[in-house]
């Protein structure tokens, strides 16, 4: 009897009959319901946690009929749930969720619990699934339901019940769930109604500054170098970090103190069949079904990988053609140790069948590393005599790196792995191994090790080194002299002699000379092209799209990238080369004004370059991000970003990213009139002055124009700008045009002088509508905004004799916005006074001169005088002119 009763209440609240539930699988028996209360309440918080407002933000947003976080174990869902439901304002309730709720009526009186629901009769269980649903139609106030563990259920008809639940019960209730993977509900119906909130790992993740945040409050100081790596190392992983913690406090192993959590939390639950697959397959950084076959033994791989994909079980997407799959880093290593401790020697072998099959489908970055670990050394530097510029047309710069620090003797006499080395710090900028390399190759020349076949292969790596490390130290001339030099000894075209071409490109982009510059990086493209090279043909599309920007073709320069990007899909294929792409799609995006899409961008070359330990890329990527900081208005974010970028510069003795980061800071600096830092830029701009003269990026020079303009040195300050500006016209550099001019705005304006600030301002907008350089309005443009509005105002264009402009809806956003925000009476020269105001309304009423002189009470003569102060302050002729301009500018008429 009793089980029929709890067959005629799942009935009432799925709609399902008794033989269907009992089809299904999910026997109910009579056995009495035990309620578990641990199970309706929320854990306790931690003491030490971090705040993430903007997701607890989320999850309490309403118009979301479920919010679902999903993420594998350890991102902090339960924490962040538990953290908002703790302090909402209205009603809510919690369940977590266990294995016993696939018996639906358990599921379903633990959750009429929280509404004091329990039957105490036969009766009222009959009933119960009824009362569950009146109880939520009768609420007046919204009810938040927290279910953590919804990955526990999985039975048809508990799924059923919480599928009803989500369907048709009140609209006051919102649920806000925690899983690992997406639970299989039917909620396609909330997605097209766009009442579905999904939070996936991506967004529970940690950047550096919550790692930093996490770490002072767990009481540790970690320097930027120590975030940098765990935030590799982790990937956001919000328990890797807490563990990697706790193993420094305890001058343990974190790696050991992560694989022990896995082991308990997670490996030593699953299947015995999943297990050794994961362990097997863990042995290469990425893979594909056959592969996994191969190493794991399984016959049906694809069917093990979509159950390892449905539990969210630290498998993720590998943006590669070939190999599609990887682990988090975390579960990787864990597995690897599992595997060490059970058979070190069939660790080996896994290792040397792996790198068997990658160099049979031509996967030679990551052949050469599992042959490193499978300890196979002679066979690693065969492979790489072998296929030396397979690699480097790979782009996996990280593989060639991670395999090169694995070698037990790294400074080896090798030619060819000396060379491959060589040209993977040109990636990187590792200054110190680039000095390494070209301290061995020159040994190598001096002791007659050249090779007699192709002698300029060598003699061409050395110079590419060389001019590299003037590139970076930001002595550009000394560049040119060695790349000029090595191209006349020894012109033949090769990979090397790309990459002097490239270094020239660059020297010659800083010093602005923008035409040369663009010929140089056309040829190197084009070199690279023909030797099919992938990955390092990005850092060329980077600085063309620099040369368009420059010029002021930002379109061409958007297209350049689309362009790219449609002709070759590979293009973007998980390599250390894809941050230059990244950098190149920020840098438009900054111009057009997509500040949000430029972020995004330059997220993803920062995690790129996080991922590469021993790359000095970095600092660029920091620069960039605060170049987008200070433009988006947020100038404390900037400051620490320049900081940062100028700290690691410094580090990895990055002298001219340090110098141009210099600048930019500088300018900011100026802005917030802080003496301290302009003081320190002036010391190091006298050296640089006094060792490179004239020969300084155009962006430092710059630079100086503004901090001679703060001093109050105005002559010193418009004869520099006038230099500059002389070589932006003879370059064609319309974005520096744009910014002298606005240092010339800034220049008259500290001297009170009206006519020469719009003048300045005139030819800076006119560059910007022209060419669309959004940073018109951006950085230094900001202090400038008044005058703007004014230069935009028709009236006052009219005054002054300028062209009209398009219409305010023709304009470019921001420009609009700028328009909108005005005060019409700040858009005129002399503004209107209040009598001048009264006129125009009754001019715009019809009403005469003798009207107007009655109703305000004054004379003909007087009026007249009124009418004429309108005229020539609105730039009108007559009344009807007068009348259009008033309500073009928003004037009360």
């Known amino acids: 009897?009793?089980?029929?009763?709890?067959?005629?209440?799942?009935?009432?609240?799925?709609?399902?009959?008794?033989?269907?539930?009992?089809?299904?699988?999910?026997?109910?028996?009579?056995?009495?319901?035990?309620?578990?209360?641990?199970?309706?309440?929320?854990?306790?918080?931690?003491?030490?946690?971090?705040?993430?407002?903007?997701?607890?933000?989320?999850?309490?947003?309403?118009?979301?009929?479920?919010?679902?976080?999903?993420?594998?174990?350890?991102?902090?869902?339960?924490?962040?749930?538990?953290?908002?439901?703790?302090?909402?304002?209205?009603?809510?309730?919690?369940?977590?969720?266990?294995?016993?709720?696939?018996?639906?009526?358990?599921?379903?009186?633990?959750?009429?619990?929280?509404?004091?629901?329990?039957?105490?009769?036969?009766?009222?269980?009959?009933?119960?699934?009824?009362?569950?649903?009146?109880?939520?139609?009768?609420?007046?106030?919204?009810?938040?339901?927290?279910?953590?563990?919804?990955?526990?259920?999985?039975?048809?008809?508990?799924?059923?019940?919480?599928?009803?639940?989500?369907?048709?019960?009140?609209?006051?209730?919102?649920?806000?769930?925690?899983?690992?993977?997406?639970?299989?509900?039917?909620?396609?119906?909330?997605?097209?109604?766009?009442?579905?909130?999904?939070?996936?790992?991506?967004?529970?993740?940690?950047?550096?500054?919550?790692?930093?945040?996490?770490?002072?409050?767990?009481?540790?100081?970690?320097?930027?170098d120590s975030i940098y790596q765990l935030r590799t190392s982790s990937e956001g992983w919000i328990s890797g970090v807490l563990l990697a913690l706790a193993a420094r406090a305890d001058n343990a192993d974190a790696g050991e103190y992560i694989a022990d959590y896995l082991s308990q939390s997670l490996l030593q639950g699953l299947p015995p069949k999943i297990q050794y697959f994961l362990q097997q397959t863990a042995v290469v950084s990425a893979f594909n079904p056959e592969l996994a076959a191969l190493l794991s033994g399984h016959e049906q791989p694809e069917r093990t990988l979509r159950w390892l994909t449905r539990h969210d079980l630290f498998i993720q997407p590998n943006p590669d053609d070939l190999l599609t799959h990887r682990y988090h880093p975390a579960l990787r290593s864990a597995c690897l140790r599992h595997l060490q401790r059970r058979d070190s020697a069939s660790l080996r072998a896994l290792h040397l069948q792996a790198a068997d099959w990658l160099l049979q489908h031509r996967c030679y970055g990551e052949a050469v590393y599992q042959l490193g670990r499978g300890g196979d050394y002679n066979r690693l530097l065969a492979e790489v005599e072998q296929h030396s510029f397979d690699l480097l047309r790979e782009g996996k710069v990280d593989s060639i790196v991670d395999f090169l620090m694995d070698l037990p003797d790294r400074d080896t006499d090798h030619l060819t792995l000396a060379i491959t080395e060589a040209s993977t710090v040109i990636a990187t900028n590792d200054i110190e191994r680039a000095r390494h390399c070209l301290l061995l190759l020159q040994r190598l020349v001096r002791e007659a090790q050249v090779p007699a076949d192709r002698p300029e292969r060598l003699f061409q790596t050395i110079a590419f080194l060389r001019s590299r490390l003037a590139v970076l130290g930001g002595n550009y001339r000394h560049g040119l002299r060695l790349t000029d030099s090595s191209m006349r000894h020894w012109p033949q075209r090769t990979a090397a002699s790309a990459v002097l071409l490239y270094n020239r490109a660059s020297c010659l982009l800083a010093l602005g000379d923008l035409d040369c510059a663009e010929q140089a990086a056309h040829e190197a493209l084009e070199q690279l092209t023909q030797f099919a090279f992938r990955g390092y043909t990005h850092n060329l599309h980077l600085l063309l799209t620099q040369i368009d920007l420059a010029r002021g073709d930002t379109l061409q320069a958007d297209q350049r990238l689309v362009s790219m990007l449609q002709h070759d899909p590979a293009a973007t294929s998980n390599t250390f080369y894809d941050l230059f792409l990244n950098i190149g799609q920020a840098l438009v995006q900054m111009q057009q004004g997509k500040f949000e899409a430029a972020r995004q961008q330059l997220a993803q070359a920062e995690a790129a370059a996080l991922e590469v330990v021993h790359s000095a890329a970095l600092p660029w990527v920091l620069h960039h991000q605060a170049c987008l900081y200070d433009a988006w208005g947020q100038p404390e974010q900037a400051i620490k970003l320049w900081d940062e970028s100028r700290r690691l510069a410094w580090q990895y003795r990055l002298y001219g990213i340090y110098r141009i980061a210099g600048a930019w800071r500088v300018r900011l600096a100026v802005r917030q009139q802080d003496e301290p830092i302009i003081a320190q830029w002036l010391d190091e701009w006298a050296w640089c002055e006094a060792h490179y003269g004239e020969a300084l990026h155009y962006e430092e020079r710059l630079a100086r124009g503004w901090v001679l303009c703060h001093q109050g040195e105005t002559r010193t300050a418009q004869a520099l700008a006038h230099q500059l500006q002389e070589q932006a016209s003879v370059k064609g550099n319309r974005l520096l045009a744009l910014q002298v001019h606005l240092l010339n705005a800034r220049i008259a304006r500290n001297g009170h002088q009206q006519a020469e600030i719009y003048s300045a301002l005139e030819q800076a907008l006119q560059l910007s509508l022209g060419h669309r350089l959004g940073q018109l309005l951006q950085h230094e443009g900001t202090e400038l905004r008044n005058e703007l509005r004014k230069l935009l105002s028709p009236a006052f264009r009219r005054q002054q004799g300028l062209p009209d402009l398009p219409t305010s809806k023709q304009l470019p956003n921001p420009l609009q916005a700028l328009l909108a925000d005005a005060d019409p009476q700040q858009t005129l020269i002399d503004p209107l006074t209040r009598r001048e105001q009264d006129v125009l309304q009754r001019i715009a009423r019809g009403q005469g001169n003798q009207q107007i002189a009655e109703g305000l009470n004054v004379s003909l003569s007087t009026v007249k005088t009124h009418i004429n102060n309108l005229f020539r302050k609105l730039g009108a002729a007559e009344r009807q002119q007068a009348i259009q301009i008033a309500r073009t500018l928003n004037l009360p008429t």
């Open 1 to 224: 009897m009793r089980a029929s009763r709890i067959m005629a209440t799942l009935f009432r609240v799925t709609g399902r009959s008794m033989t269907e539930l009992q089809q299904s699988g999910n026997v109910i028996t009579a056995q009495a319901v035990i309620l578990n209360r641990a199970r309706l309440r929320p854990p306790p918080l931690p003491k030490a946690m971090l705040e993430r407002d903007a997701l607890i933000q989320r999850l309490r947003g309403t118009g979301n009929r479920l919010t679902l976080l999903t993420s594998p174990l350890g991102y902090g869902k339960t924490t962040l749930m538990a953290a908002c439901a703790i302090n909402m304002d209205e009603d809510w309730g919690w369940l977590r969720c266990c294995s016993a709720d696939n018996q639906p009526v358990v599921f379903l009186q633990h959750l009429a619990a929280l509404f004091g629901l329990l039957p105490s009769s036969p009766e009222q269980e009959q009933t119960l699934g009824t009362a569950l649903f009146n109880a939520l139609e009768a609420r007046s106030r919204p009810f938040t339901l927290f279910l953590d563990d919804l990955h526990l259920l999985r039975s048809p008809g508990t799924r059923r019940l919480l599928n009803d639940l989500i369907g048709f019960a009140a609209p006051q209730l919102r649920i806000v769930a925690a899983s690992e993977g997406l639970p299989e509900l039917e909620i396609a119906h909330l997605r097209r109604d766009q009442q579905l909130q999904l939070i996936g790992t991506s967004e529970l993740s940690l950047d550096n500054t919550q790692i930093a945040q996490l770490a002072a409050i767990r009481g540790a100081q970690l320097d930027n």
